[in-house]
Nanobody
């Protein structure tokens, strides 16, 4: 049974940094995309960043490019999201998700089979 467990959310002032972790278990993730999405109140779930587990290739939403960094540690089966220069508009629940390469783009939440429970990130201005 696949489990994704996020941690590291919290409250931070604008301009500050936070690091999120997603501990993955239950299978090997070779061939998978590991991705962070976020959802603000009353809004849709949006793509933030993705990483190819096998190749380490990374992808970012324009809104976070240059500020956020996604990475993975194969030995720990963990994906990270380092968030710098945080803005109030980054406030959301952040979700870790996993999918095998398939029909949907890595940025489309519909293609994801596995989800974590989410972790709240609040940026105060």
């Amino acid at each position: 049974q696949v489990q994704l467990v996020e941690s590291g959310g919290g409250l931070v002032q604008a301009g500050g940094s936070l690091s999120l972790s997603c501990a993955a278990s239950g299978r090997t993730f070779s061939g998978y995309f590991m991705t962070w999405f976020r959802q603000a109140p009353g809004k849709e779930r949006d793509f933030v960043a993705a990483i190819s587990w096998s190749y380490g290739t990374t992808y970012y939403a324009d809104s976070v490019k240059g500020r956020f960094t996604i990475s993975r540690d194969g030995a720990k089966n963990t994906v990270y999201l380092q968030m710098n220069s945080l803005k109030s508009e980054d406030t959301a629940v952040y979700y870790c998700a996993a999918k095998y390469s398939g029909a949907y783009s890595y940025s489309n939440p519909r293609g994801y089979s596995y989800w974590g429970q989410g972790t709240q990130v609040t940026v105060s201005s």
